[in-house]
């Protein structure tokens, strides 16, 4: 049997003429990822530093016993690591075996809350890649395997453009501030000098073109505006969340991007009143399946819409691989749950809808309203739509603009208006507006101190 010809870095050619394609058509490789694999590219390539954290890693992956007990190099258990890390005066002598264990569970629970990021990454183990979920930039390390370098994509197109430096000089600044509490509980155990990080996107993909940056730095103008107030307000408010805060933004920002590869406005419909009337929710199980139609196509639309470098045979390859076609739309799936807009979680549930999670809602509400400003609910609505593609029923232009995209019938008394009531009633929950007198919202940061 003959085997598959590998490249000279050990992936096949199919493989490789699979990342050509993704790098001419989205500029990094899509994978299974999840908003901690997108932080461990982006922060690494915008302070282009890194650190090793294997005391870190093997403390915060519990094993109960050595895979192979002649293996000494197998620290992992907790009998061995224990006294590696008295006798390295990482841990008290104070604190006995069984608090040990314990103390391994809280580390998982803190720096894995992502969930299947973190794995064992040093011998014996040949782990799949680790990620943590980063309080600070102290625990930032480069073993990461399912980011597909999206963060180092997303740092140079904001390089390209004023706006998008000033945005990122604002997540220096951001990521200097004192770190939350939670980052002192593993920093006994971080490394006390950090390594260069060397970026090997160039050597995966080959260089991005500047007209190209420059060109996709224009067309998400607006987004970029909007993480720059993300940041500015997360700065001014020094949110024990801020770095998180500022993830989930920039994910929203990777998922518009992919939404516009199909060359379409997009336009999301949230479910605010979750699933209780049948027409919103179909409608909005609508407008994301034809969002993902048209991502998973994107490919395809912009091969026959302009001359590309990309090599016939490469293509082929793509074209011919159902594998490859379908990692677009787990890609497109994953992210858009993972960042909280996109609902049921569940991998099995096969009909999704637009839902925006609380956390996720004052993130986009973060990035639109500056410090000490005012919004009406409808000038709120607007700006959602026109900066992050979610349509809540709530500023008079809603309903039209679903008719000239072919939503089915939705009437503005029974369906819109109710769901713009409920969105409503989501903000005034989280403390983003206050309703002063009937028939006015008012939408600010901080609702209820401001008006």
């Not at 894995?112 to 014996?124: E, S, T």
């Not at 260069?196 to 940056?213: K, T, V």
């Amino acid at each position: 049997m003959l085997k598959p010809r590998r490249t000279k870095e050990g992936i096949s050619a199919d493989a490789a003429a699979e990342r050509r394609v993704h790098a001419a058509f989205l500029g990094y490789q899509p994978k299974r990822m999840k908003p901690v694999h997108f932080a461990t590219s982006f922060l690494l390539a915008l302070t282009e530093r890194q650190y090793e954290l294997e005391l870190l890693n093997k403390a915060s992956v519990p094993k109960a016993a050595p895979r192979d007990k002649k293996n000494l190099l197998d620290e992992y258990p907790s009998d061995r690591l224990y006294p590696r890390l008295v006798e390295l005066e990482r841990l008290s002598s104070d604190i006995d075996a069984e608090d040990f264990r314990a103390l391994r569970a809280h580390l998982n629970a803190a720096y894995n809350n992502d969930g299947a990021a973190l794995n064992a990454a040093f011998a014996p183990y040949n782990s799949p890649g680790t990620d943590y979920s980063a309080p600070s930039l102290r625990y930032v390390s480069n073993k990461s395997k399912n980011h597909g370098y999206s963060g180092t994509f997303v740092v140079r197109v904001l390089q390209a453009t004023a706006e998008g430096q000033a945005v990122l000089e604002g997540c220096r600044r951001l990521l200097e501030a004192p770190p939350p509490p939670l980052a002192d509980l593993g920093a006994p155990l971080l490394d006390e000098f950090d390594e260069p990080f060397a970026d090997r996107y160039d050597e995966q993909f080959g260089p991005l073109d500047s007209d190209r940056l420059r060109l996709l730095g224009s067309e998400m103008q607006a987004q970029t505006a909007a993480i720059g107030r993300l940041v500015q307000n997360l700065e001014t408010s020094r949110s024990a969340y801020a770095l998180r805060f500022l993830i989930i933004g920039l994910c929203g920002w990777l998922f518009v991007y992919m939404m516009k590869r199909g060359g379409s406005d997009p336009l999301l419909l949230v479910d605010a009143l979750q699933g209780t009337n049948p027409r919103i929710r179909a409608q909005s199980r609508a407008s994301y399946a034809r969002q993902l139609d048209i991502f998973s196509a994107s490919y395809d639309r912009q091969r026959d819409g302009k001359a590309t470098e990309l090599s016939a045979s490469d293509w082929a390859v793509f074209a011919a691989s159902a594998d490859a076609r379908q990692t677009l739309d787990d890609h497109f799936r994953d992210l858009g749950v993972r960042i909280g807009f996109v609902q049921p979680r569940a991998a099995n549930a096969k009909r999704k809808h637009i839902e925006i999670q609380a956390d996720t809602l004052r993130v986009l509400v973060l990035s639109l309203i500056g410090p000490r400003q005012i919004m009406t609910l409808s000038e709120l609505a607007r700006a959602l739509r026109q900066t992050w593609c979610i349509c809540v029923g709530a500023d008079a232009e809603d309903a039209q603009l679903l008719r000239a995209q072919r939503f089915g019938p939705l009437d503005s008394d029974e369906d819109l208006q109710p769901n713009a009531a409920s969105f409503q009633a989501l903000l005034v929950r989280l403390g983003l507006a206050v309703e002063p007198s009937d028939g006015l919202t008012l939408c600010a940061i901080d609702a209820e101190d401001l008006i």
